[in-house]
């Protein structure tokens, strides 16, 4: 069996990585894996800039829009799924990208995931109701009594991943933490080389501008209203999305569109912002470019 090499390609959002991917593609014959937790939703074409359909004629990109907005994917799904397509990539011998600015879903390929059982519906319902009737401080304090140390890793308003940490107790009894300790890494460190893509700060922002604004001329505005009209649970991931907030604002009535846009513009900013510091932090040692956006 012929190995296939794997190339990771990570980075900010309005980096270049999908050009860069695109590139590299057509000279090597690689498929483009989707590593961005965003542009699995079918529901955010738009909004999650993702490859357009003459870029996908290009080159073979999967793992994007295969997913519902009503469905959250976790990161140990994309995990699943992604192992299933490297393993028939590797089979094939073809190499492949993978192309995102999810930075778990790098951590869970390079350093390990935890594996936890999966959660029963009736008990992730539970730890959801009582989440919303006690609100997070309380639910906050419950969890801390028995897993310390996913409470303190858990930012404040996720109250996805709070649930999630209080329901794997509830289920096993074994703290959320103590199954993420025992990890290792799901590809070999010599079968992939990883590459950040780092723009100049001044011009990263700028394109995260320029790229709203081809969100609103393209039909940004449409998909927020799709999603609205369906009334989904706004802790979903994809009712998370970067303008889904503030384009929903303008759309009830909250806000002004170009007040909506300004908006919109420093949420993308403040994303990209928050994307290079964590790459910066958490993959020192991988190899980096300059952008080509």
């Not at 999650?48 to 295969?66: K, N, T």
Request: charged content about 25%.
């Amino acid at each position: 069996m012929t190995q296939a090499a794997i190339t990771l390609i990570a980075g900010p959002t309005a980096s270049g990585k999908s050009r860069l991917a695109l590139e590299m593609a057509q000279a090597t014959g690689a498929v483009i894996l989707n590593a961005d937790s965003q542009q699995l939703y079918a529901d955010l074409n738009v909004l999650s800039a993702r490859p357009s359909v003459e870029d996908m004629a290009v080159a073979e990109h999967r793992l994007y829009g295969v997913a519902d907005a009503a469905d959250a994917w976790s990161v140990g799904r994309w995990t699943r799924a992604v192992l299933d397509e490297l393993a028939q990539l590797e089979a094939a011998g073809r190499p492949a990208l993978l192309v995102g600015g999810t930075g778990l879903y790098f951590l869970s390929l390079t350093r390990g995931l935890a594996d936890i059982p999966e959660v029963q519906p009736e008990i992730r319902d539970q730890a959801q109701a009582a989440h919303d009737a006690d609100g997070e401080a309380v639910f906050r304090r419950r969890l801390a009594a028995i897993d310390p140390e996913a409470e303190a890793a858990i930012a404040p308003g996720d109250r996805q991943r709070l649930v999630r940490a209080f329901s794997v107790h509830a289920q096993t009894g074994r703290p959320l933490s103590a199954f993420k300790a025992d990890t290792r890494p799901l590809i070999a460190p010599d079968r992939w080389t990883g590459l950040v893509m780092e723009p100049e700060r001044e011009r990263l922002y700028a394109n995260c501008d320029a790229r709203v604004d081809v969100m609103i001329e393209t039909g940004a505005l449409d998909e927020v209203r799709a999603l609205m009209a369906r009334r989904l649970d706004p802790g979903l991931p994809a009712m998370k999305a970067v303008g889904v907030r503030e384009l929903a604002a303008y759309l009830g009535g909250e806000m002004t569109r170009d007040d909506a846009i300004t908006a919109m513009k420093q949420a993308t900013r403040n994303y990209a912002k928050r994307q290079l510091t964590w790459f910066r932090n958490q993959t020192p040692d991988w190899a980096r470019h300059p952008g080509c956006a």
